[in-house]
C-alpha cells in the first residue's frame, strides 16, 4: 500500500486538534498529511466513516447535488462537528477530544453499521461548528 493510500481521512482536523487518533502519524505538516498506521488496516474504517458522515449531513450545508464538492471548510464543519456530535451521542467522555478509532468502534459496537447511527442526533453539532479555536465553546 503506497503513503498516499494511507492517508488519514481525518489529517486535518487531528492537526488541527479537534480530535485525536493514536495511529495516525504526521508525514507532512505544511500539507496537512499524516499516515494509518494500524496494525488492522482501521483505515478502510475510517474512510467509511467519513463517507457516511458527508452523505449524511451535507443537507447541514445546503448542499443538495452529491456531485458538489464540499470545500475545506465544510469538510472540517463535518468532520470536526460530526466527531463532537458522535461522541456526544455515544456518552464518551465529553472532556477529552474525540478519539476517531474510539469512536468508529463504538459506532460498530452499538449500532453494527455506521449506516446505522442517528446521524440526525448529530445536526446541531456540525451546523453550531467553528472551525476558529477562538470561537469554538
Known amino acids: 500500500m503506497s503513503n ?9 482536523p487531528i492537526i488541527g486538534k479537534w480530535c485525536r487518533c ?5 508525514s ?3 500539507a496537512g498529511k499524516m499516515h494509518c498506521q494500524h496494525p488492522d488496516n482501521h483505515l478502510d474504517t475510517c474512510k467509511q466513516l467519513v463517507l457516511q458522515l458527508e452523505k449524511n449531513t451535507r ?3 445546503g448542499i443538495s447535488s452529491k456531485d458538489t464538492q464540499l470545500t ?5 464543519k463535518i468532520k470536526c462537528g460530526g466527531m463532537e456530535g458522535m461522541q456526544r451521542v455515544l456518552k464518551l467522555k465529553l472532556d477529552e477530544l ?3 478509532t474510539g469512536i ?3 459506532i460498530l459496537k452499538e449500532y453494527t453499521s ?11 453539532d456540525i451546523a453550531d461548528f467553528k472551525h476558529r479555536k477562538s470561537a469554538k465553546k
Open 4 to 12: 498516499d493510500e494511507k492517508l488519514c481521512p481525518f489529517s486535518k
Open 72 to 76: 475545506h471548510q465544510q469538510y472540517m
Open 59 to 61: 443537507f447541514i450545508l
Open 114 to 124: 455506521f449506516d446505522d447511527f442517528p446521524y440526525g442526533e448529530i445536526v446541531r
Open 104 to 106: 468508529s468502534t463504538q
Open 22 to 26: 493514536q495511529y495516525a502519524r504526521l
Open 28 to 30: 507532512d505538516r505544511c
Open 98 to 100: 474525540p478519539s476517531v
